[in-house]
């Protein structure tokens, strides 16, 4: 059984096949992904694997890959999102699109998040194509769209049932190659306070959206979040991160709008989260007069936790040892990935693991380690190998 990554390597296809997804334009909106998943298709048939894109919106695909097993194990399912977050006003040292390879590193947006991680895991099922490596079960690649704003490729995905059957999933979001088997989940809020408008040099005249607005912000950043402690993630947050209220400097605003971002962690209820905030909202419309508020749920992804000592986390912590050389650490992250979508209704074992440093994902100059990238290519080869050799199979 190949633990470590002993399969022969084609360093430099890797490197090539991340250097083209970079230099594919998947921004964000709008996205356009299709030609990502055109071009992996192509990719993937000339390997051998089997490949077929899942058509979402115009211009905009999921692609599904599959590298066929026995049929006596449960699907291993891997998972990148083709999408990535605009290049940003301020200039690069590298193109962003150029897909450039300098001092060690593949330059570019998306290298880290997370067409690099992308890279590694069609790699390594080609690899294990070529090496003619027969798993107990399928081996399925699910190239996701529209993962940094709305998950509608996930939401697609679950909804037609191409989870059904897995048995685990990996993500290849950026971890610096660290093991994490749980990240926070997400509510983000629109907020509105309704007032009515009048003279500026007249304010009793009116009622004043962003005074009632401030109030209520006030109420919310004082606002306890009771939650199990965790030992992989901090504790939960709340931030106001935008505000907009008022037209003109001599009008009292009639309207304002804010948009909250609510972190989680497992076990928070993200209903008792919502139905806390509508008590605040009716305390502030009792002592405040002609109080009017809306809340908007724009997102609601729940958090995500595999215990440390599953079977799934114990192969991957023997794979990273022979492939890095070293023990890996195991850590949670805050940031939010498709697991949220795919998980919770399916109660899959999920890992998250990939080359970059998550630190630099929608920065400038964002770039990721060719060794890392090697090294994760060689860990997404051996990791199948690992979980099928610890799942029981049936006897003929």
């Excluded at 709305?150 to 939401?155: E, P």
């Excluded at 059957?165 to 983000?188: F, K, Q, S």
Aim: overall charge negative; hydrophobic content about 45%; proline content about 8%.
């Amino acid at each position: 059984m190949d633990r470590g990554g002993a399969t022969p390597w084609d360093e430099a296809a890797t490197v090539e096949l991340a250097q083209a997804l970079v230099r594919i334009d998947t921004t964000n909106p709008p996205g356009n992904e299709e030609r990502m998943a055109e071009y992996l298709a192509q990719q993937a048939q000339g390997w051998g694997l089997a490949a077929r894109l899942l058509p979402v919106a115009p211009g905009r695909a999921n692609v599904l890959i599959r590298l066929p097993g026995a049929g006596q194990a449960p699907t291993l399912i891997y998972s990148g999102h083709l999408d990535t977050v605009p290049v940003g006003q301020e200039a690069w040292s590298h193109d962003p699109l150029g897909g450039q390879v300098s001092e060690g590193r593949l330059w570019g947006r998306g290298a880290a998040d997370m067409k690099g991680g992308v890279a590694a895991m069609l790699s390594a099922m080609a690899a294990l194509r070529r090496d003619q490596i027969r798993l107990p079960g399928d081996l399925i690649f699910l190239g996701t769209i529209d993962e940094e704003i709305d998950f509608l490729g996930s939401h697609r995905l679950l909804d037609d049932g191409f989870l059904d059957g897995a048995g685990w999933l990996v993500i290849a979001e950026p971890t610096n190659l660290d093991l994490v088997p749980a990240h926070r989940g997400v509510l983000w809020l629109e907020i509105e306070t309704l007032g009515r408008a009048a003279h500026g040099s007249m304010p009793h005249l009116g009622v004043n959206a962003v005074l009632h607005m401030n109030a209520l912000i006030d109420r919310l950043t004082r606002l306890p979040l009771p939650a199990p402690a965790h030992l992989l993630l901090p504790p939960p947050t709340l931030s106001v991160n935008r505000v907009s209220g008022g037209d003109r400097i001599n009008v009292v605003p009639e309207h304002c709008l804010a948009w909250v971002d609510l972190r989680t962690v497992p076990g928070q209820d993200h209903a008792a989260l919502l139905a806390e905030l509508d008590r605040v909202v009716a305390s502030l419309a009792a002592s405040l007069p002609e109080f009017h508020c809306n809340l908007r749920v724009l997102a609601d992804r729940p958090a995500v936790e595999t215990a440390a000592d599953h079977p799934l986390m114990q192969s991957a912590r023997a794979v990273a040892r022979g492939v890095l050389g070293r023990e890996p650490a195991m850590r949670g992250v805050s940031y939010c990935t498709d697991a949220s979508v795919f998980q919770p209704p399916e109660k899959v074992p999920t890992l998250i693991f990939g080359p970059g440093d998550d630190n630099l994902a929608h920065q400038r100059d964002e770039h990721v380690e060719i060794a890392a990238l090697v090294a994760a290519g060689r860990f997404f080869t051996a990791l199948p190998q690992e979980i099928f050799a610890r799942q029981p199979v049936p006897e003929q």
